[in-house]
């Protein structure tokens, strides 16, 4: 009997949360639009107006160029894979995948892809 109920709560536990667990992955945010027109010494309506970070085709260490796509300041971009100080990442702006370095990121954290919400 107890081995019976335990394996339908592991049934439904293994059916409920392992999609939530699933689509948990990793995404970089970069630094604020306020961070940026303050490193900048301009402001933030003009950071959100004309600035945005380039994303590479290549990684820092293989010289990078040509820009491939963009990010805004302050947005989250799923994170593909990392190289030295540079952060592989598919940009929500414009679709593109390309690289970014770490001085423009603020941090990395878990998500879900789908619905976004933060993961544990």
């Not at 335990?6 to 604020?32: M, N, W, Y």
């Not at 900048?40 to 994303?55: D, P, Q, R, S």
């Amino acid at each position: 009997m107890i081995g019976r109920i335990f394996t339908l709560f592991l049934f439904f536990v293994l059916l409920f949360c392992q999609p939530a667990l699933a689509g948990c992955r990793q995404f970089i945010e970069l630094h604020s639009a306020a961070d940026v027109a303050r490193e900048m010494g301009t402001t933030e309506a003009w950071v959100v107006g004309n600035y945005k970070i380039k994303l590479w085709k290549k990684s820092t260490a293989q010289g990078r160029f040509p820009a491939v796509g963009n990010l805004l300041p302050g947005s989250r971009a799923l994170l593909l894979k990392t190289s030295g100080p540079d952060f592989q990442v598919k940009s929500p702006y414009d679709g593109s995948t390309g690289w970014v370095n770490q001085l423009q990121v603020s941090g990395i954290l878990m998500q879900d892809d789908i619905t976004f919400m933060a993961c544990d």
